[in-house]
C-alpha cells in the first residue's frame, strides 16, 4: 500500500479544510488509518484513528468537535475534514496505515506513511 496525501493549503481561522489520504493498493479490512501532523520545531503527534475493521474512530483531545476522520465509500480514501481551524492547526499532516490493527497513536506500529500535505491557518 501506498499513501498519498493531498488537499492542504492556507485558510484563515475559523474556516475549514478537508484532507485525503488515497491508497495506491488495497485497504485490508483490519487496517487501521492514523493521520498525524508536525508543525514547525515540534515533533509528530496523531490527531485521528479510523478502524477500516469496524469504523471505530479515535481523536486528540485537541480534535475533538473540531475534525472528523472517514472512509470513502470505495474503500481506499480517508478523509480528515478539519473545521474551526486555529493558527495552532499549522502543520504538517499525514496519514499512516497500522497494517496490523492496533488502534494506537504509537507511530512505530505504523508502517506506511504518506509524503504529507502542508496546512498553513493564518490569524
Known amino acids: 500500500v501506498q499513501l498519498v496525501e493531498s488537499g492542504g493549503g492556507l485558510v484563515q481561522a475559523g474556516g475549514s479544510l478537508r484532507l485525503s489520504c488515497d491508497a495506491s493498493?488495497?485497504?485490508?479490512?483490519?487496517?487501521?488509518i492514523g493521520w498525524f501532523r508536525q508543525a514547525p520545531g515540534k515533533g509528530r503527534e496523531g490527531v485521528s484513528l479510523?478502524?477500516?475493521?469496524?469504523?471505530?474512530?479515535r481523536y486528540a483531545d485537541f480534535a475533538k468537535g473540531r475534525f472528523t476522520t472517514t472512509r470513502g465509500n470505495a474503500g481506499y480514501t480517508v478523509y480528515l475534514q478539519m473545521n474551526k481551524l486555529t493558527p495552532e492547526d499549522t502543520a504538517v499532516y499525514y496519514c499512516?496505515?497500522?497494517?496490523?490493527?492496533?488502534?494506537?497513536?504509537?507511530?512505530?506500529?505504523?508502517?506506511?506513511w504518506g509524503q504529507g500535505t502542508q496546512v498553513t491557518v493564518s490569524s
Open positions: 493498493g488495497f485497504f485490508f479490512q483490519h487496517y487501521v
Open positions: 479510523l478502524s477500516l475493521a469496524d469504523n471505530s474512530v
Open positions: 499512516a496505515a497500522d497494517l496490523y490493527g492496533h488502534f494506537t497513536f504509537d507511530e512505530d506500529k505504523f508502517s506506511t
